[in-house]
């Protein structure tokens, strides 16, 4: 597998204020070259065995392979849920500039 290679992980938290300061450790952290913090959206799921109902706002967060470790680690760490959803999908195909960006953001955390 190539450690460069773009995922897209995708995240959610359950207020605004959760979700910018989790975007902005990400990034900061060079864990992910950039995070979006979506409009709020209603999540229905079951939990304990009950139906639950939850307002969240969503992160579409991108990074690469090699970086994922690290990402996931943060992302347990900043994450306020016991069970957070924490999904990566990789990127098939993108404009290669954009992508290189992001690879290049990952890349040089550790001379940040």
Same mark, same amino acid.
């Given at each position: 597998? #190539?450690? #460069?290679?773009?995922?897209?992980?995708?995240?959610?938290?359950?207020?605004?204020?959760?979700?910018?300061? @989790?975007?902005?450790?990400? +990034?900061? /952290?060079?864990?992910?070259? !950039?995070? #979006?913090?979506?409009?709020? !959206? /209603?999540? +229905?799921?079951?939990?304990?065995?009950?139906?639950?109902?939850?307002? $969240?706002?969503?992160?579409?967060?991108?990074?690469?392979?090699?970086?994922?470790?690290?990402? $996931? $680690?943060?992302?347990?760490?900043?994450?306020?849920? *016991?069970?957070? *959803?924490? @999904?990566? +999908?990789?990127?098939?195909?993108?404009?290669?500039?954009?992508?290189?960006?992001? +690879? =290049?953001?990952? /890349?040089?955390? #550790? =001379?940040?």
């Amino acid at each position: 597998m #190539n450690g #460069n290679e773009v995922l897209l992980v995708i995240t959610n938290l359950p207020d605004r204020a959760t979700a910018e300061r @989790v975007a902005e450790t990400l +990034v900061i /952290q060079r864990v992910a070259a !950039c995070v #979006n913090v979506l409009a709020e !959206c /209603q999540s +229905v799921y079951r939990w304990e065995s009950k139906l639950e109902h939850a307002t $969240e706002v969503p992160l579409l967060i991108k990074t690469t392979r090699g970086v994922y470790p690290e990402l $996931e $680690e943060a992302l347990r760490k900043a994450h306020p849920y *016991e069970l957070p *959803e924490i @999904v990566a +999908v990789p990127v098939a195909a993108g404009l290669p500039d954009y992508l290189n960006w992001v +690879v =290049q953001e990952t /890349q040089t955390r #550790n =001379q940040a």
